[in-house]
């Protein structure tokens, strides 16, 4: 099955500043990577995913890169603001098929701190 | 408002109970999902489902059980209730095969005494 690996774990950075949040998939057949936020006693949500057709794409201030070859894949976050202070998580899995056969597999998480 | 609703939000209980938790869906979705997630931590997927009558276990081993009788439900049972059990639980549902967007409900926060 699909493994995802997430790093780091923890993260501070200074207001305005970037972060990026690296993860690597093992499973060479996955095509969908979302990234969710979860604030604090919040629900995750999505917040931008990536298919493997595309090397990257941009919502604003976030960003999300995909080295296919590499299999991994990051999030970029540019000019942050202490409301991006949350945990995130990236995901993976194989799109498009019935069944079983497309569960998400999550990552263990990044507590980001965004401090003032 | 279609959304992703589970009750109840807090429950604390004692050892050996019996317990449902309950999740609805009112988007429609075919796909559901349970996962366990103590505070800001990873995200376990325990069980999850296509559609009516289809259920399966997921990566983390539980000692739940659900059900899935009617699209819009699907809750989560645990005969014997014990303090490992204590976690957080999140119900998620997502479209189809090929929108896998998770909504996730507020969860169900378990505290087993």
């Known amino acids: 099955g699909e493994n995802v690996e997430q790093h780091p774990s923890t993260l501070s950075v200074q207001e305005g500043d970037s972060a990026v949040i690296k993860c690597t998939y093992s499973?060479?057949?996955?095509?969908?990577f979302p990234w969710y936020k979860q604030e604090l006693g919040k629900r995750p949500q999505l917040i931008i995913d990536?298919?493997?057709?595309?090397g990257e794409k941009k919502d604003q201030r976030i960003a999300v890169t995909l080295n296919k070859t590499a299999k991994h894949f990051s999030l970029h976050i540019t000019e942050t603001q202490p409301e991006d202070s949350a945990v995130y998580f990236c995901?993976?899995?194989?799109?498009?098929?019935?069944?079983?056969?497309?569960?998400?597999?999550f990552g263990t998480g990044t507590q980001l701190k965004v401090e003032l | 408002e279609a959304d992703i609703y589970q009750t109840p939000r807090y429950l604390v209980i004692g050892t050996g109970k019996k317990i449902t938790l309950e999740c609805s869906q009112t988007?429609?979705?075919?796909?559901m999902y349970w996962y366990q997630q103590d505070p800001g931590m990873e995200l376990h997927l325990i069980h999850y489902?296509?559609?009516?009558?289809?259920?399966e276990k997921g990566d983390l081993s539980s000692e739940s059980t659900v059900s899935r009788i009617r699209t819009e439900h699907f809750p989560l049972t645990l005969e014997s209730a014990r303090p490992s059990h204590t976690s957080q639980y999140l119900c998620?549902?997502?479209?189809?095969?090929?929108?896998?967007?998770?909504?996730f409900g507020s969860g169900t926060q378990l505290s087993v005494l």
């Open positions: 990536i298919r493997s057709n595309v």
């Open positions: 489902s296509y559609g009516v009558n289809s259920t």
């Open positions: 998620a549902s997502s479209p189809s095969a090929t929108n896998e967007k998770l909504f």
């Open positions: 995901a993976a899995s194989r799109s498009g098929l019935t069944g079983g056969g497309n569960k998400l597999t």
């Open positions: 988007m429609g979705h075919d796909k």
């Open positions: 499973d060479s057949a996955s095509n969908y």
